[in-house]
């Protein structure tokens, strides 16, 4: 089994899947878009996750991606990738077809099929059994229905030594609390929402997966600094001028889903990542305009003006 000190960092960002034109994968443009999200912060970066639009890629698309983004960031950050979905089998054949091109998984709570808390139990210990690569759950309740409990979550945080961390997104700021004061010492917990991560931190979460870090990453990792070298009222802060660009990625109403919000920022800033596949849509036009007033409001990332092939 992985060992549990593997350091995936403290900003990780959840990558978008850049496709040209015609609706195809833009492999370049991936490469360059992991490259830049390392320039600006990132200490690893998750491929293939929801944000990725997973759900839409090919079996070979996400290992060309995975393969892709491990040969860009060489030496420099790690591939998370996202390997799993609602099948427990599905989901190991993936992460051992993967092989060396990922450095961890990412395994979100299993969509639509609702398991009890024990079927979650069993899905993720039998993924991580059949592997040697450090994994992380994702508990994102808000799209996949069921919540995995804070039980849950220290109960496989004690049994199995390939999982090491969480990328939690329950907006339950009691059950974040319950499982750090569970989980081994060593067991890692990231925010999985970029608007709670200072009051996770507070409570003594590591770090970020972060969808806003693709156009202000370095502010996020300077927020993440401060807080560590206890200056927590810079922090705070910080945080709070970030907040309106969180919500604005991730209105609590909303005519489309992520990433489309974040995808519309990254074509508005310059950075050419096309549209979404079916069933996700654009983001429509008033609301591309607030976003890109809003954007105008904030010190970005430099991103390099490159049109996808």
């Not at 990780?12 to 015609?22: H, K, S, Y």
């Not at 490469?31 to 830049?36: F, G, T």
């Not at 220290?154 to 961390?165: E, H, K, M, T």
Request: glycine share 10%.
């Amino acid at each position: 089994m992985g060992a549990r000190q593997t350091d995936f960092g403290r900003l990780i960002t959840a990558m978008v899947t850049p496709f040209n034109g015609n609706g195809d994968v833009d492999y370049a443009q991936a490469r360059r878009l992991a490259q830049v999200l390392l320039d600006n912060g990132s200490d690893s970066i998750v491929v293939s996750g929801t944000t990725g639009e997973s759900p839409t890629l090919t079996t070979e698309e996400k290992l060309r991606l995975f393969r892709t983004v491990k040969e860009a960031v060489a030496g420099r950050g790690k591939v998370i990738g996202g390997t799993c979905n609602y099948s427990t089998q599905e989901s190991i054949e993936l992460t051992r077809e993967a092989g060396d091109a990922i450095d961890g998984v990412l395994m979100v709570v299993p969509y639509y099929n609702n398991p009890p808390q024990e079927g979650l139990y069993r899905h993720f210990r039998a993924i991580a059994e059949h592997t040697e690569l450090p994994c992380i759950l994702y508990n994102v309740p808000s799209r996949t229905v069921r919540n995995m409990e804070g039980a849950t979550t220290v109960r496989l945080a004690q049994d199995v030594p390939n999982i090491v961390g969480l990328k939690e997104a329950v907006n339950n700021m009691e059950q974040v609390a319950e499982i750090l004061s569970g989980v081994p010492e060593d067991f890692r917990v990231w925010s999985g929402n970029d608007g709670d991560t200072f009051p996770m931190l507070a409570l003594g979460a590591y770090g970020v997966v972060s969808v806003a870090s693709h156009v202000v990453g370095r502010q996020i990792k300077r927020m993440i600094d401060l807080h560590v070298q206890g200056q927590v009222k810079e922090a705070a802060g910080l945080h709070r001028r970030l907040m309106p660009l969180f919500k604005s990625l991730f209105p609590p109403v909303s005519p489309v889903a992520s990433p489309s919000a974040i995808k519309s920022a990254l074509n508005l800033s310059g950075f050419e990542t096309g549209g979404l596949r079916l069933p996700l849509i654009e983001l429509p036009a008033p609301a591309r305009d607030r976003l890109s007033a809003l954007l105008a409001t904030y010190e970005l990332d430099p991103l390099p003006v490159v049109v996808g092939a």
